[in-house]
């Protein structure tokens, strides 16, 4: 059995325990996410290694970092996005489906450098920019509403879905 299908198998039950473990030992969570769009309008998405799917760029905020600080570390080290201009706060939503504790801070951003993509490691599988009409299979339901709502100026729902 190889590590890609070891993951596969095992990857939900941990997920599934992790959270059920961190609902207890941590109080409320924050995340950040980015729509990163390119002069073209495509979006950058990054798969993972320990999670199945697409997803926008983000992660945790630690204990004493600001917002726009874990956006900012977030993108260098999952996409080696550098913010050359302010990002906007697309929305605060709720995700629910992980805990009723967990909250995701959602920032457009237009104005970047990007010297190359960067090569997959262990976080990261792989990433890319993609035209929106065209997302790769696997790209999560909540990834794509949030694209949804920036390109097509839906108002945004409240929960991550």
């Known amino acids: 059995m190889n590590l890609q299908s070891l993951r596969r198998r095992f990857e939900p039950a941990l997920r599934r325990l992790l959270h059920f473990y961190w609902r207890f030992a941590r109080g409320m969570t924050l995340g950040v996410r980015a729509v990163v769009l390119d002069g073209e309008n495509r979006v950058f ?3 993972h290694s320990y999670l199945t799917g697409w997803y926008l760029p983000g992660g945790g905020v ?4 600001t917002l726009l600080d874990a ?3 977030e993108l260098a ?3 080696r996005i550098e913010l050359s201009g302010e990002p906007v ?3 605060l939503f709720l995700n629910s489906h992980v805990s009723r504790r967990d909250h995701v801070a959602v920032y457009l951003i237009r104005h970047f450098r990007q010297d190359r993509l960067p090569e997959p490691n262990h976080e990261i599988v792989a990433c890319g920019f993609f035209d929106a009409a065209a997302l790769p299979a696997g790209t999560t339901k909540g990834t794509r509403l949030r694209i949804s709502e920036v390109l097509e100026d839906k108002a945004p ?5």
Do not use: D
């Open 89 to 91: 706060l697309h929305g």
């Open 71 to 73: 956006l900012r570390r």
């Open 157 to 161: 729902i409240a929960t991550w879905r």
């Open 62 to 65: 630690e204990v004493g970092e």
């Open 77 to 79: 080290e999952e996409g």
């Open 45 to 47: 998405l990054v798969e």
